[in-house]
T-cell receptor, first 112, second 111 residues
């Protein structure tokens, strides 16, 4: 049983560029959440997707957008990258209305 | 604003020691508190607590929640080098599945 998988594992971009991160949830899970973890900090909630719609959003600008596909996989898009966007981006999946999250290994994004 | 504060931020112990990690929180409409272990990248689930006074146990790890005083502790007995990791505490608000995390406690267990 595959857990949560994310791709790519590492990414280097320059300021102003756009990036797309991908996530496949754990088998049987229908809800995907995205978190940003800066160095030395705890993960911060970006948004959550369920039934292909954004159900809840954290305090992140509109440059951060997402999508969920019919097979429950998800993408996180970040436009107009800033140096401060450098972080580990974690995807987590769960059953609907269940707060027990299962995390992937993340995508380490470096913005130069 | 919901807040989770963990202490200490960093801890170095020797194998065999017992450690206590602390987590205090302020959240409106508390639903649950969760502990995760983050060794490299992926946080892995340890415990979820919803009721005060009920201790959760898994081998050498245990955790308890005090909803009156708004804190939780995670105990690790007979520590091993494999326990070295960042331990994250998170709270969940009612009506939501969003987790608010603390900064974590970095535990280093030396042989």
């Amino acid at each position: 049983d595959a857990g949560v998988t994310q791709s790519p594992t590492h990414l280097i971009k320059t300021r102003g560029q756009q990036v797309t991160l991908r996530c496949s949830p754990k088998s049987g899970h229908d809800t995907v959440s995205w978190y940003q973890q800066a160095l030395g900090q705890g993960p911060q909630f970006i948004f959550q997707y369920y039934e292909e719609e954004e159900r809840q959003r954290g305090n992140f600008p509109d440059r951060f957008s997402g999508h969920q596909f019919p097979n429950y996989s998800s993408e996180l898009n970040v436009n107009a990258l800033l140096l401060g966007d450098s972080a580990l981006y974690l995807c987590a999946s769960s059953l609907s209305r269940n707060e027990k999250l299962f995390f992937g290994s993340g995508t380490q994004l470096s913005v130069l | 604003e919901d807040k989770v504060v963990q202490s200490p931020l960093s801890l170095v112990v020797h194998e065999g020691d017992t450690v206590t990690l602390n987590c205090s929180y302020e959240v409106t409409n508390f639903r649950s508190l969760l502990w995760y272990k983050q060794e490299k990248k992926a946080p892995t689930f340890l415990f979820m607590l919803t009721s005060s006074g009920i201790e959760k146990k898994s081998g050498r790890l245990s955790s308890i929640l005090d909803k009156k005083e708004l804190f939780s502790i995670l105990n690790i007995t007979a520590t091993q080098t494999g326990d070295s990791a960042v331990y994250l505490c998170a709270v969940c608000q009612g009506g939501s599945e969003k987790l608010v995390f603390g900064k974590g406690t970095k535990l280093t267990v030396n042989p």
